[in-house]
């Protein structure tokens, strides 16, 4: 199982500490850095200046938001950050959910799964770079037809060459129909919440997919992105990877709809995740915090001893994890200093 680590976004981590954090990846050899966005620090930009301050670690975006760009920009700046990168991008996308595609972005959040379908497709074609763009789906056609613009436009074939023959596409997911499609299609997947204490809630339908497409689970990284806090003090371990579940419960949704809550539920978690989830969306953080129980740390989260930690970095690769994307917690250097010394010590480094 290879590692790599998650810097997410402002105001979680601060700019100086994503560049700190994945130059200190790069120096102890570990597999990857990850970067998402929200609705405030892009992960383009800090990508590529990630890319000019580090020499061998793999960099990818977890995720960019479908909603943010048009199929064609999200191609263009993967050969780009590829290009800059010396060949180590990897491009991971999610349609996020419809607070942010609708409140953010002002894009509908209808038929996602179809969506995503056709902007893989379209960022693979531009990317493969073997014809000029065109494309028939229900959700882009390119160039537009006559009739829906000008009348002149033309098909036309990325200038840029990657430097990667592939770049690898990863998608975030964890609905059971959006997993499915990531067996189908994708190359990678990066989801939140994965457990090694039931793996199969999320792994079953990411088989189901994969078989129906004629491949193999084995064709996709399974790359679960985990809170990771170390400590000699386990309650202060849970403490500092609480917050993590918190936000994801509370705010990456609404009472009618967020996926994380709906896993948690699936998990046996439901009233827990509901209060927390209550409580943020009515401005006590803190109060969310506090409505996250021991055991709900322990089933979405590596809160650990030292002494413990190569024990549950292990139970990901055993429960089918091939990459493990690790947000570092509590003191964050420290702890990736931990995770690469545990992961060469288990080899899964």
């Known amino acids: 199982m290879r590692i790599g680590i998650f810097l997410a976004y402002w105001p ?42 580090t020499e061998r670690v793999g960099l ?20 780009t950050l590829d290009v800059l990168s010396g060949g180590r991008f990897r491009l991971g996308l999610g ?8 409140g953010w972005y002002g894009v509908p959040f209808a038929r996602p799964l179809r969506r995503t379908r056709e902007y893989v497709e379209i960022v693979r074609a531009i990317l493969a770079r073997e014809a000029p763009l065109e494309y028939q789906g229900e959700e882009w056609t390119l160039p537009l037809p006559e009739g829906a613009g000008t009348g002149l436009g033309k098909p036309l074939r990325l200038l840029a060459r990657p430097v990667q023959e592939r770049i690898p596409i990863y998608l975030g997911a964890i609905g059971p129909r ?17 457990t090694p204490r039931a793996p199969d809630v999320l792994l079953d339908p990411l088989r189901e997919g994969a078989e129906a497409a004629g491949r193999s689970p084995a064709d996709v990284d399974i790359a679960p992105v985990v809170p990771v806090a170390v ?4 309650a202060a371990a849970r403490d500092a990877a609480r917050p993590w579940l918190a936000f994801y419960l509370g705010a990456m949704g609404a009472p009618e709809k967020n996926f994380y809550v709906d896993l948690a539920e699936r998990y046996g978690f439901g009233a827990p995740a509901r ?39 292990a139970e990901y690769e055993a429960a089918g994890a091939t990459t493990l994307v690790a947000v570092p917690s509590g003191d964050r250097a420290a702890t990736v200093g931990l995770i690469a010394r545990a992961a060469t010590s288990q080899r899964v480094g």
């Open 275 to 313: 209060a927390c989830q209550e409580r943020f969306l009515a401005g006590d953080r803190a109060g969310a915090v506090a409505e996250i129980p021991d055991d709900l740390v322990d089933f979405g989260a590596i809160a650990t001893t030292p002494d413990r930690l190569a024990d549950r970095l």
């Open 178 to 194: 959006a997993v499915r499609q990531v067996g189908e299609l994708a190359d990678g997947w990066l989801p939140f919440m994965f």
């Open 231 to 234: 400590d000699e003090d386990l």
């Open 12 to 53: 979680w981590f601060s700019p100086e500490e994503q560049v700190e954090l994945a130059v200190l990846a790069d120096e102890l050899g570990l597999d990857s850095v990850w970067v998402s966005e929200a609705w405030g620090q892009d992960a383009v930009s800090v990508l590529g200046l990630l890319a000019a301050r």
């Open 60 to 79: 990818g975006s977890g995720l960019m938001q479908i909603p943010a760009r048009q199929p064609a920009a999200a191609a263009m700046a993967a050969a």
């Open 95 to 102: 349609v996020s959910g419809p607070q942010v595609s609708e």
